[in-house]
């Protein structure tokens, strides 16, 4: 008696629903620092992408603020990624063989662990939303496929293990 497919349905989160809280690498001491966004109400839907950051590294102490008016997104998955608000290089990345894998936080790359280890893979249907391009969707063809899933799933859980353990 086989076990049931694992099932990954997608959420619809895309990119932005990942930008309050980011692991990037601390300009001062190389080490892990967390760019969020301070606490308070919710900014308006339209004003939230552009609500203040603050990056923080719990090793050497650095701060900063940020507060302006422009933001620029990795795109591709050829270089390093970074950070859209301090274009900090991200933590969370590293190289394959077929490309750069990369991930904002850790719920950005449980999502990416899911979607790739799931044997049942469901789209959001198009007419339920006004989004037609989730995060899931977007992914390289090369994270897609399934004769990847091994080495990408590898790939994660080392990123997962230079959070969790000590540094």
């Known amino acids: 008696m086989s076990s049931a497919p694992v099932r990954f349905r997608d959420p619809r989160s895309t990119e932005y629903d990942f930008l309050d809280s980011m692991l990037v ?74 490309g750069g894998l990369w991930a904002y936080g850790l719920p950005h790359l449980d999502l990416i662990r899911r979607f790739v280890a799931a044997d049942l893979r469901e789209r959001a249907p198009w007419y339920d939303t006004g989004q037609k391009m989730t995060l899931v969707a977007r992914l390289p063809a090369w994270i897609k496929s399934a004769k990847n899933r091994d080495e990408i799933l590898r790939a994660v859980d080392r990123l997962r293990a230079t959070v969790i353990a000590p540094h």
């Open 25 to 98: 690498r601390c300009p001062r001491c190389e080490r892990i620092a967390h760019v969020v966004r301070p606490p308070g109400p919710r900014p308006e839907p339209g004003r939230a992408l552009f609500a203040p950051r603050h990056l923080v590294c719990r090793s050497c102490g650095q701060s900063r603020t940020w507060a302006e008016r422009s933001i620029c997104f990795p795109r591709g998955s050829v270089g390093l990624a970074w950070d859209p608000y301090f274009r900090l290089p991200l933590w969370l990345q590293t190289q394959t063989r077929h």
